[in-house]
């Protein structure tokens, strides 16, 4: 079993702003594989794909996303999903937007919603996709900015990186991850 989050906070105030890049581009994995996200349970929303006898799980974390990780932790534990067959989607400040950044591991960066995986999991060894946002302009208050819009010349670019990023979540079924990440990096 496999099981990929996106990361962003529910609810129609937080859609299509750069903190929410990660459920842009779980909405583009749920289209590509025709799958729907109805099950709400263990503190998300989640469907699940058939890849032969491999069930892939497909989650939006509904804890906001400071709390991601009780969402994470909860269904992994109860499916019995390892660590190494989780891949997070998530906005990075320190990216350009645009540019997406595939890793097998490392710190939280700052990242609030992967500290709490962190934290849930006890690990920080699971792959993630780095979708970039870029930084805010000086004096811009960093939660001001990952919870605003994107400029239209941006939302063009973030267009085109949450696509590229649900086109390597779709290799990820059929690759290991570091194939995908050579593809993709």
Request: net charge neutral; glycine share 10%.
């Amino acid at each position: 079993m496999k099981l990929v989050v996106g990361l962003g906070n529910p609810g129609k105030k937080y859609e299509r702003t750069r903190h929410n890049i990660g459920f842009d581009v779980i909405d583009r994995v749920q289209q590509k594989w025709m799958i729907d996200l109805s099950e709400q349970k263990f503190k998300g929303i989640y469907g699940v794909e058939r890849n032969g006898t491999e069930k892939i799980f497909v989650l939006k974390p509904l804890t906001y996303m400071n709390l991601s990780g009780e969402s994470v932790g909860q269904l992994m534990k109860y499916f019995q999903i390892s660590v190494e067959d989780l891949v997070v989607i998530y906005d990075d400040l320190d990216l350009p937007p645009g540019k997406i950044r595939l890793r097998q591991k490392g710190s939280h960066g700052g990242h609030n919603g992967i500290k709490s995986i962190i934290q849930h999991l006890g690990t920080d060894q699971f792959n993630r996709i780095r979708v970039g946002i870029g930084r805010p302009d000086p004096g811009q208050a960093v939660p001001d900015y990952v919870l605003g819009r994107f400029s239209p010349d941006d939302q063009k670019k973030m267009d085109e990186a949450a696509e590229q990023a649900a086109e390597a979540v779709d290799c990820w079924k059929e690759e290991p991850f570091l194939q995908v990440m050579n593809k993709f990096n």
